[in-house]
């Protein structure tokens, strides 16, 4: 029988090591990896590819809700933490199990019999992963700063950073002063998350920050277009130009 390929994913020693340990008393699962945090993980998870996933959320540089925007083949995720404050969160977005630490081994089992239940459904498990990456962010919680993969490198871009917005099919193209680079995000989700006294949705395709617009012009009759300050020119719908117009009028 095929073992489940298993990673564990915590920035703190001793709570690999419990993981570790409940997983050793079942045949079934294979301890493929551990890691301390969300850059080597993702890069382990490119090279194994694992079943399933013991997350922890909380966890330096990047953090677990971060990692998981950038992982392309969907495992089965459980997430592990000490903060009961993304329980609801993690429900939300359909994760396999959540558990808060300390937990206790017949809670851990209850969460690899769940786990056992979903792994092997591709399409479902693909399914929690849009979701999660749609649904990471607490109410009224603003985006500060975006993690992306460019080149081989996991990049944090802040969203002072940001200029614009442009909606690229699946993805946008988050457009900044040290170069471009694609998101796997909705225009939707950004205009969501990003605090409104700095961006605007000027069009369908297009989002701004504010303080980067220079100007307004007219384009065609009755159609008008943002200049920016680094020269971009951008479309502006009515219902754009209504809001722009308002602000820079008040």
Not at 146 to 163: P, Q
């Amino acid at each position: 029988m095929k073992k489940i390929k298993t990673l564990i994913v915590d920035d703190e020693k001793l709570a690999r090591e419990v993981v570790s340990r409940y997983l050793s008393g079942y045949d079934e699962f294979e301890i493929a990896g551990e890691c301390s945090n969300g850059f080597e993980a993702i890069k382990l998870i490119n090279e194994i590819k694992p079943d399933l996933i013991f997350l922890d959320v909380q966890m330096p540089k990047i953090t677990g809700f971060e990692m998981l925007e950038l992982i392309d083949e969907p495992p089965a995720i459980v997430f592990t933490t000490a903060f009961d404050q993304y329980a609801i969160k993690a429900f939300e977005v359909n994760a396999i199990d959540y558990l808060l630490k300390p937990f206790s081994e017949e809670r851990f089992k209850d969460a690899l019999d769940k786990a056992k239940l979903s792994i092997g459904n591709k399409s479902d498990l693909r399914d929690k992963l849009n979701k999660l990456k749609e649904t990471d962010r607490e109410k009224g919680e603003r985006l500060e700063r975006v993690v992306v993969k460019h080149n081989n490198n996991i990049l944090i871009i802040s969203v002072d950073e940001i200029n614009y917005i442009e909606a690229q099919d699946d993805y946008v193209m988050l457009h900044t002063a040290r170069g471009n680079f694609l998101k796997q995000k909705t225009m939707k989700w950004f205009e969501k998350n990003l605090d409104p006294e700095n961006f605007i949705r000027l069009h369908r395709s297009y989002i701004t920050r504010l303080d980067a617009v220079k100007q307004l012009e007219l384009f065609e009759k009755e159609s008008y277009r943002a200049i920016l300050k680094d020269g971009a020119k951008i479309p502006v719908s009515k219902s754009g130009y209504q809001k722009l117009k308002e602000i820079m009028n008040g």
